[in-house]
Structures are given as structure tokens and as C-alpha cells.
């Protein structure tokens, strides 16, 4: 384990992602929310089902959060606004496939640059 003076520099970049995050996206983010986001971020065009595994959240976590983080779940969002994704759906319209809106891609690239070292 680091000592506590090494570790101030992390802890700090740790503090301004999540003042970030509070500011850009929302003050009641949850970590479950964000690891969505992650996950999407590193994986776009996952269907709700992996993202579920790849998070360990449940099918209806994911559900909700999904629906917190898009325009399809959320009455108050026009155009892009404040989603942070977006589904698409090819051959099989059962199947939705999950992105990054552009929003989502602008924080999420901002988050990870306030994380670097």
C-alpha cells in the first residue's frame, strides 16, 4: 500500500473525476451508472445482456440505468441534451444494440484524461 503522501496525487485526480462527473452529469450519479457508461465505453454496441455481465449488475439494474442515462428513458431530454446513450437496432429488432451518445463520449474521454497521472 502507498504511503498517504504518495497517494495524494491519486486520491486528488480521484476527487476532481468525481467533482466532474457531479458537474457534467449529475449530482445523484451512482457508481452502478458510471460502470455502465465504462463498460459502453470499452465495449460499444454491447446488447444490454453483456453489458449486465460485464458489470455484474442484473438485468433490470442495467434496465434502469439505462433508462436514467438515455433519451428513451427519459421524458425531460431533447435532441442529445444530457443522454449519455443511444441504442441502435439492426437485422433483429428485438435487439438493441448500446452507445456512447455524443455527450457521453465527450465525459467519459474527460473523466478518463482527469484519472491519468
Do not use: C, H, W
Not at 16 to 25: D, G, P, R, S, Y
Not at 43 to 56: D, F, H, N, W, Y
Amino acid at each position: 500500500m502507498p504511503t498517504k503522501e504518495a497517494a495524494r496525487p491519486a486520491v486528488e485526480r480521484a476527487r476532481q473525476a468525481t467533482a466532474f462527473i457531479k458537474n457534467n452529469l449529475s449530482p445523484q450519479m451512482r457508481l452502478t451508472q458510471l460502470d455502465l457508461l465504462l463498460a459502453v465505453y470499452e465495449k460499444p454496441g454491447s446488447i444490454m445482456r453483456e453489458l449486465a455481465v460485464e458489470t455484474g449488475m442484473t438485468m433490470s439494474g442495467i434496465s434502469r440505468a439505462f433508462d436514467s442515462l438515455s433519451k428513451e428513458g427519459r421524458k425531460d431530454v431533447e435532441g442529445n441534451g444530457q443522454a449519455m446513450l443511444r441504442t441502435e437496432s439492426g437485422k433483429d429488432e428485438r435487439i438493441k444494440r448500446v452507445y456512447l451518445s455524443g455527450k457521453g463520449q465527450e465525459v467519459i474521454a474527460a473523466y478518463l484524461e482527469l484519472l491519468e497521472p
